[in-house]
């Protein structure tokens, strides 16, 4: 008796539970106007008057419904979701975060890693110390000299055993060699070429990064010196592993889809072109869980985006240029 009476309380309470559950849905889940507020309270968001709110919303509900949609149906191993950059439209984004000028002249240079024989399965530079926290260049296209920075911070790491950050504004402000144009979009090679030039790069803190172009401060004194750089012989991810295994590599993708605004997690395997317009940094490689082999790749838009700001991309497609060309223009300076 005592066991039916409790059996029948636990249906009912059960029961109760779906009932009050379906209410709650109905009533409680957040319309996407009110998620807007929530995001633009999350992220500090103002907007100058109604009218660029209704603006922004409209961008921000068609972004969320193609996240949505995406993580529902595209059958991909990677997941987007809404991240602060939920209110732009990919045009806009691209226009404010990328920057990377592709080479008109990439060097015939040596290749020093070319006879590096055995590799290891996995390399993860964050691990031996190599690679200084994500960093986040705002509204100003100088991926290219975040990109450069991390190289340099990874084989100044590798030459004197200390992790230093460097500044990424003094090559905004100071690096007009060949291509680079501050927050106007540059490359990595330039940048290298300059820092050569330059006697070397100062620190983050005594060059803080502002976002914006500035004028040269010249009285830095150089933290970390180079002897010059090296290309990576172009579409070879056999060659870009060799160079990867051997300190951090600058690589230049093509970032512009809207899928890469959005990338949260996983392996992304594309869609993605090979108009490099981004310049990040190779930090490692392995393989997935799955099995798929990936480049792990650190970025320059913050620790929010992303896996804490770093993505994982396919590596050894079939492609020769590789996912989103990272294996056309891949750089490297040399100590
Ligand atoms: C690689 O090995 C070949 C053959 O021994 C040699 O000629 C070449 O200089 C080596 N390359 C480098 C970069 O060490």
Redo the contacts with the bound molecule.
Sequence with gaps: MASTYQCFLAAFFIVGVWASQATSRTLLEPSISERHEQWMARYGRVYKDVAEEEQRFKIFKDNVELIESFNKDAGKPYKLSVNEFADQTNEEFRESRNGYIPSLTRGSS??????VSAVPSTMDWRKKGAVTPVKDQGQCGCCWAFSAVAAMEGITKLKTGKLVSLSEQELVDCDTSGQDQGCEGGLMDDAFQFIQQNQGLTTEANYPYKGVDGTCNTKKAPAAKINGYEDVPANREKALLKAVASQPISVAIDASGNAFQFYSSGVFTGDCGTNLDHGVTAVGYGTANDGTKYWLVKNSWGSGWGENGYIRMQRDVDAKEGLCGIAMEPSYPTA
């Design positions: 040596t290749f020093m890693y070319e006879n």
